[in-house]
């Protein structure tokens, strides 16, 4: 059974950095993206960052210059530095893999609450 674990998320204040992680396990074939969405109450969950599986890499220009998204193969987890944090970076922060036959995996989220 796959399970994706997040983890590193807080309470921090404005100009702060937190790093997220999120821990993959069980096995899953034809990894296509592995990325970071977020959530604010009251808004659509957004795609943050992404890694694809050539290693190519993109973020949404909110957090361009900020954040950076990374994969460690061997240890089966992903990392989000997010650095210079802003109150509009509070959300909840979802890890997310998508494969190549349409499988669509989620962890349960962590919360980033920025404080002005």
């Known amino acids: 059974q796959v399970q994706l674990v997040e983890s590193g998320g807080g309470l921090v204040q404005a100009g702060g950095s937190l790093r997220l992680s999120c821990v993959v396990s069980?096995?899953?074939?034809?990894?296509?993206?592995m990325g970071w969405y977020r959530q604010a109450p009251g808004n659509e969950r957004e795609l943050v960052a992404v890694?694809?599986?050539?290693?190519?890499?993109n973020y949404a220009d909110s957090v361009k210059g900020r954040f950076t998204i990374s994969r460690d193969n061997a240890k089966n987890t992903m990392h989000l530095q997010m650095n210079s944090l802003k109150p509009e970076d509070t959300a909840v922060y979802y890890c997310?893999?998508?494969?190549?036959?349409?499988?669509?995996?989620w962890g349960q989220g962590t919360q980033v609450t920025v404080s002005s």
């Open positions: 997310n893999i998508k494969t190549n036959f349409g499988r669509d995996y």
């Open positions: 069980g096995s899953i074939f034809a990894i296509n993206f």
């Open positions: 890694i694809t599986n050539g290693g190519g890499l």
